[in-house]
């Protein structure tokens, strides 16, 4: 295809200095024979070669086209010729000699229906249009016609002569007229060359990406006389109602893949159709390669009904002959609105920790070790919702130690919980539930546990039904009791000390003991608090009668159980008649004495 050329109008305006070429050498030429005594011939064949040198480059300036003129496509009807095609495309109906020269016709100037000629933009009665910026990722760049440079903001126009610039994980997404868009990828440079409608209302669109990646879509095929097309520094894409591909990888090569419709490929003065599901590479001089098939669309990867916490991770697809696979995560269900791009090798991880709440759609493609992409497979929903968080434990601490055989809970109450959801259980997995709840209170109060280890979390229920994840749980440990059990009160030992004994409890570092004469431990009259043994030897006199025993124990770290229930101690007479003897003779011989 041709990209320029000139009308007779833009030759005529070449010649110029061609001409003035031709009158400086003559002047010059006239003043050297009047100094000279060369001969008349010499004169005549020097003149005579130079107007004829002249004259051939006059001509072909007429023909050679210039480097700053756009030529536009248009579709030849049925009956139609040269005049009436400038009476109706044309800003004058004279234009039609200049659509002659640069389409290089000669009289009869015959073209043929179904075909296409090339019109200078400059003859075209045309109404200029622009791209709306749907949405954006980064801080892409706009770079204006007199080269001024400004952030793109999402519903921003670009207009014809103006290049979109996006860095790393930046992306642009436009919409045109009639339905069409296109999706600017990272590290990319793209020209809007010219965006309008013509004479008839039809829309013609021509780019040029310098560098990085693109996909055009349109959705309703193109009419006879609308284009949409694509050029690089090494090949041109048209296209009629499709959805294709264009990457630069290199400066040496493109690839074009084609997703849907058909796509003409032309580099070297050679063309080629790619169809859905082919691609085709396009080396600097050369012309394109035979299409080639896109590899399979991976599979989509399981995903959560909804993932509650940041960041969302999953494995990327696995996938027989991929060097590489990239997601793509939207807002939309179509694919256009894109956000996130993130390209991971199959069975390694994708990452997504910027997103915010809300619902997205993933798209997945695979990339094949020549670089050909995948259709991408999708859309896969994503659903993110981490507002509210799971509830936060406040007290009690964790990973206590205690004797107290109900325990209360509080955690942090949130104005968007409709309950809560409470689990008591046996062990940390929480398969052996012990309870299970629905509160309205942000608190928790269990019944009386037995002694052994007890986990604790809990789930916030919001009022359209959303539930949290659980909260971390809680763990502590119900200590048993001490028991006193049967008390022995028989004489023990050569001294005749009475002896107390208790079940050894595990991890104990020690016991206190009270020794009372009244239930309520007013009067005391032993009392013991650093016991490393379950026993206790009373070795001084007691009288008989009634006493109350209570002990408790103290864990390593220094905790103190509750004091055992007071358990009643009798000492009988025969056991103690010894001090009373020693008593009463003491007495008499006081009463001797005195």
Same mark, same amino acid.
Request: proline fraction near 6%; charged fraction near 20%; hydrophobic fraction near 40%.
């Given at each position: 295809m041709v990209f320029s050329g000139d009308?007779?109008?833009?030759?005529?305006?070449?010649?110029?200095? !061609?001409?003035?070429?031709?009158? /400086?050498?003559?002047?010059?030429?006239?003043?050297?024979?009047?100094?000279?005594?060369?001969?008349?011939?010499?004169?005549?064949?020097?003149?005579?070669?130079? /107007?004829?040198?002249?004259?051939? +480059?006059?001509?072909?300036?007429?023909?050679?086209?210039? %480097?700053?003129?756009? !030529?536009?496509?248009?579709?030849?009807?049925?009956?139609?010729?040269?005049?009436?095609?400038?009476? %109706?495309?044309?800003?004058?109906?004279?234009?039609?000699?200049?659509i002659a020269a640069v389409n290089r016709l000669k009289s009869p100037y015959i073209i043929y229906s179904r075909?296409?000629?090339?019109?200078? !933009?400059?003859?075209?009665?045309?109404?200029?249009?622009?791209?709306?910026?749907?949405?954006?990722?980064?801080?892409?760049?706009?770079?204006?016609?007199?080269?001024?440079?400004?952030?793109?903001?999402?519903?921003?126009?670009?207009?014809?002569?103006?290049?979109?610039?996006?860095?790393?994980?930046?992306?642009?997404?436009?919409?045109?007229?009639?339905?069409?868009?296109?999706?600017?990828g990272p590290q990319s440079k793209m020209l809007l060359v010219y965006l309008m409608r013509l004479a008839d209302d039809n829309l013609q669109a021509e780019f040029l990406l310098k560098n990085g990646r693109i996909t055009h879509k349109v959705n309703k095929k193109l009419g006879a006389n609308e284009h949409f097309r694509t050029r690089t520094p090494m090949a041109i894409t048209g296209i009629r109602g499709t959805e294709f591909r264009i990457k630069i990888e290199n400066q040496e090569t493109n690839i074009v893949e084609t997703l849907k419709g058909k796509v003409a490929l032309s580099a070297a003065g050679k063309q080629i159709l790619i169809k859905?599901?082919?691609?085709?590479?396009?080396?600097?001089?050369?012309?394109?390669?035979?299409?080639?098939?896109?590899?399979?669309?991976?599979?989509?990867? $399981?995903?959560?009904?909804?993932?509650?916490?940041?960041?969302?991770?999953?494995?990327?697809?696995?996938?027989?002959? /991929?060097?590489?696979?990239?997601?793509?995560?939207?807002?939309?269900?179509?694919? +256009?609105?894109? +956000?996130?791009?993130?390209?991971?090798?199959?069975?390694?991880?994708?990452?997504?920790?910027?997103?915010?709440?809300?619902?997205?759609?993933?798209?997945?493609?695979?990339?094949?070790?020549?670089g050909f992409e995948s259709l991408a497979a999708g859309p896969a929903p994503l659903h993110i919702r981490t507002n509210p968080g799971a509830p936060i434990i406040s007290s009690p601490n964790n990973n206590r130690k205690i004797f107290d055989t109900t325990v209360t809970i509080r955690w942090l109450k949130s104005d968007q919980a409709d309950h809560y959801k409470i689990q008591l259980a046996t062990d940390p997995e929480f398969t052996k539930i012990v309870d299970e709840q629905q509160l309205k209170e942000a608190t928790y109060t269990t019944a009386a546990l037995k002694p052994g280890k007890y986990f604790f979390r809990v789930q916030l229920v919001t009022g359209d039904g959303f539930e949290t994840l659980f909260s971390s749980s809680l763990a502590w440990e119900v200590?048993?009791?001490?028991?006193?059990?049967?008390?022995?009160?028989?004489?023990?030992?050569?001294?005749?000390?009475?002896?107390?004994?208790?079940?050894?409890?595990?991890?104990?570092?020690?016991?206190?003991?009270?020794?009372a004469n009244d239930k309520e431990f007013t009067d005391i009259i032993?009392?013991?608090?650093?016991?490393?043994?379950?026993?206790?030897?009373?070795?001084?006199?007691?009288?008989?009668?009634?006493?109350?025993?209570?002990?408790?124990?103290?864990?390593?770290?220094? $905790?103190?159980?509750?004091?055992?229930?007071?358990?009643?101690?009798?000492?009988d007479s025969d056991s103690s008649w010894m001090p009373h003897a020693f008593a009463a003779l003491g007495f008499i011989v006081l009463i001797l004495i005195f």
């Amino acid at each position: 295809m041709v990209f320029s050329g000139d009308d007779g109008k833009n030759a005529f305006y070449t010649s110029i200095p !061609l001409l003035l070429v031709f009158f /400086i050498f003559r002047n010059h030429t006239d003043q050297m024979a009047m100094k000279t005594t060369h001969n008349t011939h010499y004169r005549q064949v020097f003149f005579s070669t130079l /107007i004829l040198t002249l004259t051939f +480059l006059f001509q072909a300036a007429l023909l050679m086209p210039s %480097q700053a003129e756009t !030529l536009v496509p248009l579709h030849v009807q049925k009956g139609t010729n040269l005049i009436r095609i400038a009476r %109706q495309y044309c800003t004058n109906p004279s234009d039609w000699k200049t659509i002659a020269a640069v389409n290089r016709l000669k009289s009869p100037y015959i073209i043929y229906s179904r075909s296409t000629i090339q019109v200078p !933009l400059s003859i075209l009665r045309t109404k200029s249009i622009s791209a709306k910026v749907a949405s954006i990722s980064g801080s892409p760049i706009l770079v204006t016609g007199d080269s001024q440079t400004r952030e793109i903001r999402k519903g921003d126009l670009v207009l014809p002569g103006q290049t979109v610039v996006t860095e790393d994980d930046e992306y642009v997404h436009l919409i045109y007229p009639n339905n069409k868009h296109t999706r600017i990828g990272p590290q990319s440079k793209m020209l809007l060359v010219y965006l309008m409608r013509l004479a008839d209302d039809n829309l013609q669109a021509e780019f040029l990406l310098k560098n990085g990646r693109i996909t055009h879509k349109v959705n309703k095929k193109l009419g006879a006389n609308e284009h949409f097309r694509t050029r690089t520094p090494m090949a041109i894409t048209g296209i009629r109602g499709t959805e294709f591909r264009i990457k630069i990888e290199n400066q040496e090569t493109n690839i074009v893949e084609t997703l849907k419709g058909k796509v003409a490929l032309s580099a070297a003065g050679k063309q080629i159709l790619i169809k859905k599901g082919e691609g085709s590479k396009v080396k600097e001089g050369r012309p394109p390669e035979p299409p080639h098939a896109l590899p399979p669309s991976p599979k989509l990867p $399981q995903m959560r009904d909804i993932y509650r916490t940041l960041p969302v991770t999953f494995a990327a697809p696995a996938q027989k002959n /991929i060097q590489s696979m990239r997601l793509r995560v939207t807002s939309d269900i179509k694919g +256009l609105n894109t +956000l996130v791009e993130q390209n991971a090798k199959p069975g390694q991880n994708f990452t997504l920790s910027s997103l915010t709440d809300g619902h997205y759609f993933l798209f997945f493609t695979g990339t094949d070790k020549q670089g050909f992409e995948s259709l991408a497979a999708g859309p896969a929903p994503l659903h993110i919702r981490t507002n509210p968080g799971a509830p936060i434990i406040s007290s009690p601490n964790n990973n206590r130690k205690i004797f107290d055989t109900t325990v209360t809970i509080r955690w942090l109450k949130s104005d968007q919980a409709d309950h809560y959801k409470i689990q008591l259980a046996t062990d940390p997995e929480f398969t052996k539930i012990v309870d299970e709840q629905q509160l309205k209170e942000a608190t928790y109060t269990t019944a009386a546990l037995k002694p052994g280890k007890y986990f604790f979390r809990v789930q916030l229920v919001t009022g359209d039904g959303f539930e949290t994840l659980f909260s971390s749980s809680l763990a502590w440990e119900v200590m048993a009791r001490p028991k006193l059990g049967n008390l022995n009160t028989s004489a023990q030992g050569k001294e005749g000390g009475i002896t107390l004994q208790w079940p050894a409890m595990a991890d104990t570092a020690g016991y206190a003991l009270q020794i009372a004469n009244d239930k309520e431990f007013t009067d005391i009259i032993v009392s013991e608090n650093n016991l490393t043994e379950p026993s206790y030897t009373i070795n001084f006199l007691i009288v008989s009668g009634e006493y109350y025993v209570r002990i408790r124990s103290i864990t390593k770290d220094g $905790q103190k159980s509750p004091w055992t229930p007071p358990q009643t101690m009798t000492i009988d007479s025969d056991s103690s008649w010894m001090p009373h003897a020693f008593a009463a003779l003491g007495f008499i011989v006081l009463i001797l004495i005195f």
